[in-house]
């Protein structure tokens, strides 16, 4: 069974710093990677995935995420921090060995940005 | 392009009743998928639907159905409603199901059961 943790409920941020929200996943082949971004009353907006190739994946609005598969981790990261990415972001996962397109998600990590 | 459009945003039913949601997916797409989303268990995959077929279930009670019809907009149903059942339900749809393709959410429809 394939599974997602995303270690960290919340994380705080100053306006201009680096930000990193932490994922590791669990899948028994090897992995689709996604991040999302969820703003209050919203659905969930698509940032960036890792399918293969390159470890370091640019996304939308300055995001980027790396691939670990020794550590089987997927971190988001985005170098400077602006207070309108205060949101909620979900990793997820989809086993490239399993049928369909299912997505696991992590349990979500709360950004917020302080000016 | 439209986005996908889950109506209606927001309901409010009765333990016991019954409840019918709607998705339309991107044009062209066919592979829609169902979450449900609480602040206790988080994002829930409920189904999957691709051409009229359902792929993939979660684990959920028969009480949670859904369809797809031939444009390939879905529903999904909730029989004998529960307290436990109130939930933001966002629905997802996906161009290919070749596993590499993102999936684009609805906005959701927020189910309060009272």
């Known amino acids: 069974a394939q599974s997602v943790a995303q270690p960290e409920d919340q994380v705080n941020v100053a306006e201009g710093n680096p930000l990193t929200v932490k994922c590791t996943y669990s899948?028994?082949?090897?992995?689709?990677l996604f991040w999302y971004v969820q703003y209050p009353n919203r659905g969930l907006q698509f940032l960036l995935k890792y399918i293969t190739g390159d470890n370091l994946v640019k996304g939308s609005y300055g995001f980027e995420a790396e691939f670990n598969k020794s550590q089987t981790s997927f971190h988001l990261k985005k170098p400077s921090a602006l207070v309108s990415d205060s949101a909620l972001y979900f990793c997820a996962v989809r086993d490239i060995e399993a049928a369909g397109n299912k997505l696991t998600f992590g349990g979500g990590t709360r950004v917020l940005v302080k000016p | 392009k439209a986005g996908v459009t889950q109506t209606p945003r927001y309901l409010i039913k009765t333990r016991g009743q019954q409840v019918t949601l709607s998705c339309s997916p991107i044009s062209g797409h066919r592979s829609v998928s169902w979450y449900q989303q609480t602040p206790g268990q988080g994002l829930q995959f409920l189904f999957e639907y691709f051409s009229e077929t359902q792929r993939n279930k979660g684990n959920f009670p028969g009480r949670f159905s859904g369809r797809q019809f031939s444009n390939s907009r879905s529903e999904m149903n909730v029989s004998t409603l529960e307290l436990g059942d109130s939930a933001l339900y966002l629905c997802a749809s996906s161009l290919r199901t070749d596993r590499t393709s993102e999936a684009f959410f609805g906005q959701g429809t927020r189910l309060t059961v009272v």
């Open positions: 899948v028994s082949g090897n992995p689709y």
